[in-house]
Structures are given as C-alpha cells and as structure tokens.
C-alpha cells in the first residue's frame, strides 16, 4: 500500500515542481512498479505499457539492473580516465553503424546530443543556418529551443533557423506523391537560398527520420535523399535524430536513416539507449569528431561513465540475446495488419502510421479534419481500459503507441483488442 493518497501526492508535486511540469492524463497516474511491458499503479492494478520508448528492453529487466549494481559496487566515475567498460561499450555500439560511422561522443540526454551535433556541424561548415521540420522537438537547450516548432516554447525561432513543412505521401498515388515531394524540395532550395541571403549559409538539416512528433509522416519516395543532397550542395551536413527512431525499434533497421538511401555524418542518441539511466550519444564519422577535438577541449563530468556504458552495454545484449530487434518487426507487422482492419472497420481512422513497434492511427471527423477530441478521449478510455498510449501530430490527432521492445504477441493482440473495444465505444463500427 502506498503510505500517502494519489492526491496528496499531487498537491505536494505543484507545491515543490509547480504546475507546468507536465503530466500525463486528466487525473494523473502514480505509478510505482514495473516488469517488462506491464506497470502497476499506487492501488495495485496494472497497465499494458504501449508508450514506453525509454525502457526500451523492458521495465526492470534484471539484466540491465545486475550490469548498473555490478558496476556501481565496482567503480563509476568521471570520464578522463582509461576504463574498459566504456571502450567496450562504445566498440559495440559502432558496430551497428556503417561505414564511416565509426566514432561516439558519450553525453547524457537527447537534448545534449543534437546540441554537440550541431556544434559539430557548425564549426565544421563555418556556417550557421539550421533546417528543421516545422513541426519537430530535438531537446530543451537555449539553441534547440530557437529551433522547436513542435511544442510551446517562448523563444522564437531563431534568425538562422528555418522550417520545412515536411510532406505527407499517405493516401496519395504515385503520381500525387511526386509532384508532392517536388514542390517541397523546391521549398527546401528556398529556404537555403533565404539562409544564404540572410549571411547565416548552411551548417546543417537536423530531423528525426521517423519524423514522429509531426504526426508519424510518410515523406514521399526520394524526398529525404534529395532533401540531403540539397544541404550537402550548399556545404550543410546531415544529422539524423534518432532518439525515437533508434536502436532496432522499426524492426527492418537498427537505424531509421537506414530507411533511407541516405548516410549522415552525424546521428545522435538518448532515451532507449540506458533503458532509463541517462545516457546519450552523437555518432560520427573520424574526420570530424578529430577536427572538433582539436579545436575544443570537451569535457562532459558523467557522460558515458561506467556505470552509463554499463547500462547501455546491457541493452545491446538484451536485444541479441532476445533477438528484440527480429521480434519487433515480426510484432510490427501483425499489429499493422490488424490497424490496417480497424482503419476499414472504423471512418474515425483515416490512416496508419509509423513502422516495427512505433505505430498511429490517424483519427478524423466525419467531414475528414482532424479529430483531436478523439484522440484525447481513446487515450483517457484506454487508460481506463488498462492500456497507456498517447497522441501526438500538428493537429494531436494521431494516438502514438511504442511499447517496449520485449511485447509478446498475446500482449500485442490485448493492445488490439482493447483498442477495438475503445473505438467501438467512441463511433460504431461501420
Ligand atoms: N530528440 C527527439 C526526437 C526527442 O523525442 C527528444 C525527447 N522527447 C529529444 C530529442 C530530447 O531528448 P532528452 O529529453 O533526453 O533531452
């Protein structure tokens, strides 16, 4: 039993964090355990976790904790001195990547990976000009706040910055999707040209290759290639944020670039990456993390210590040894299947989103605009249902589910059925 009420506890969270520190839900959730995909409240009930990115090989997986115990009751400390640990964490990870991604800045949070990239990437080209999505979040620093489109910040977007509208191919025909992507680089050419106009040139395009914040978008055939080859002409560099898109969850690829025809010099790394302890990384190629060493003396006081590679060391052996990464797109592909039912089944779904065990539904009203009110509502009542999910997109219109990466098959098809009951309640099937 927990020794205080869910609303005591609120109270004192708004009397000492305040207010504004996000929370999930009307009546918020208190959450004191979890094992694998499942989590259990302050009263003792439990929810299938179909959100959860972060502990990417489950709640609580011993392993990861034994590797953190382990190595805490050994040595953890800062990061000038020579430790095993970390090289062999850092050779396994680089092993995932392809050529010539073969060196890692250690930090500690997505925020701070994709604010050494572009650090790189500005020193580098000289230049200082940024492309983003118009609808993205890359972290909460100063800088990538001058850069966010996606959620509420009161920075502007910065002088040097500017935002694509990034296109959506679903639904459309091939020949829809072309002229589509078309008019769309021909903006990517006139954003460059108007970076250039204004002296800031190009240093970099950082986007996420899932674009998941904007809603889970199918940028159409050939559009993120020509996008980087745009930015590359005009001397930028290609970071890939692949917070959300990494680390084997679309199934097909370890990486979300690798959904592309594309190599970027720089991909940055955080939440799956500890299973929860805070770590985070930037891969890139030699030549340019040896051009920022020599002029920069970075340190960072915990990034990648040994308790952190410890941790992340331990995710990557989760995944083989549980063959995670398989197991995702196996999963992914049966759960599409089913969406793609429910999207037949029901006029309020428009479209299915995402890739692997990253997936949406895009839900409408019956005119067709967006119908963020039943998103709100089939987020609320499956949580009453016993299943966390929640939404995101430019208009919130698309519920967003992304469990962690050991789902069972029964658990995926609970998932479904939940969520077909949800519908049903909200619109009948047609
Ligand atoms: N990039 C993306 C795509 C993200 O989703 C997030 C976090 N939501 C970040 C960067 C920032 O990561 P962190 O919160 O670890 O700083």
Redesign the pocket.
């Known amino acids: 039993m927990s020794p205080h009420s869910t609303a005591d506890l609120l109270t004192r969270r708004y009397a000492t964090l305040g207010e504004h520190s996000p929370l999930f839900y009307r009546e918020p959730l208190e959450l004191v355990r979890g094992e694998g995909v499942w989590l259990t409240d302050a009263t003792g009930r439990t929810y299938l976790d179909a959100y959860n990115n972060v502990p990417h090989v489950g709640h609580a997986h011993p392993a990861v904790a034994d590797a953190v115990n382990r190595q805490l009751r050994t040595l953890n400390l800062h990061t000038r001195y020579l430790n095993h640990v970390v090289v062999d964490y850092a050779e396994a990870l680089l092993e995932t990547f392809a050529d010539p991604l073969d060196r890692l800045f250690l930090v500690n949070?997505?925020?701070?990976a994709?604010e050494l990239a572009l650090r790189v990437a500005r020193q580098h080209t000289g230049h200082t000009g940024v492309l983003v999505s118009d609808f993205s979040?890359?972290?909460?620093t100063t800088s990538l706040a001058q850069l966010t489109t996606g959620l509420t910040v009161a920075e502007p977007l910065g002088d040097h910055v500017r935002a694509l509208r990034i296109p959506d191919a679903a639904g459309l025909t091939d020949a829809e999707a072309s002229v589509l992507c078309a008019s769309a680089l021909q903006e990517a050419d006139q954003a460059i040209a108007s970076l250039q106009a204004a002296g800031h040139g190009l240093s970099a395009v950082l986007f996420?290759p899932l674009f998941?914040?904007e809603g889970l978008l199918r940028p159409p055939q050939g559009y993120v290639e020509g996008l980087a080859a745009r930015v590359r002409a005009a001397g930028g560099l290609v970071v890939a944020?692949e917070?959300?898109s990494g680390f084997g969850r679309l199934g097909d690829v370890m990486w979300g670039h690798e959904l592309f025809d594309l190599s970027p010099e720089l991909v940055?790394l955080?939440?799956p990456m500890g299973n929860g302890h805070p770590v985070?990384g930037v891969v890139t190629t030699a030549e340019l993390l040896d051009e920022f060493g020599r002029r920069n003396m970075y340190f960072n006081t915990f990034a990648g210590s040994p308790v952190s590679s410890a941790a992340a060391h331990a995710v990557l052996r989760v995944m083989d040894a549980e063959q995670l990464r398989p197991r995702a797109r196996q999963n992914g592909e049966f759960i599409a299947a089913r969406l793609e039912q429910l999207a037949r089944e029901y006029p309020a779904v428009a479209s299915v989103r995402g890739q692997g065990l990253f997936f949406g539904l895009t839900l409408v009203r019956p005119d067709g605009s967006a119908a963020p009110e039943a998103a709100r509502a089939l987020t609320e009542r499956m949580r009453e249902a016993g299943v966390l999910i929640s939404k995101i997109g430019r208009e919130d219109n698309v519920l967003k589910m992304r469990p962690p990466m050991v789902l069972e098959r029964a658990e995926a098809e609970l998932l479904l059925d939940r969520l077909a009951a949800c519908l049903s309640a909200l619109e009948p099937a047609a």
């Open positions: 949070s997505g925020s701070e994709n979040y890359h972290g909460n996420d998941s914040t944020d917070v959300q940055t955080g939440k985070g």
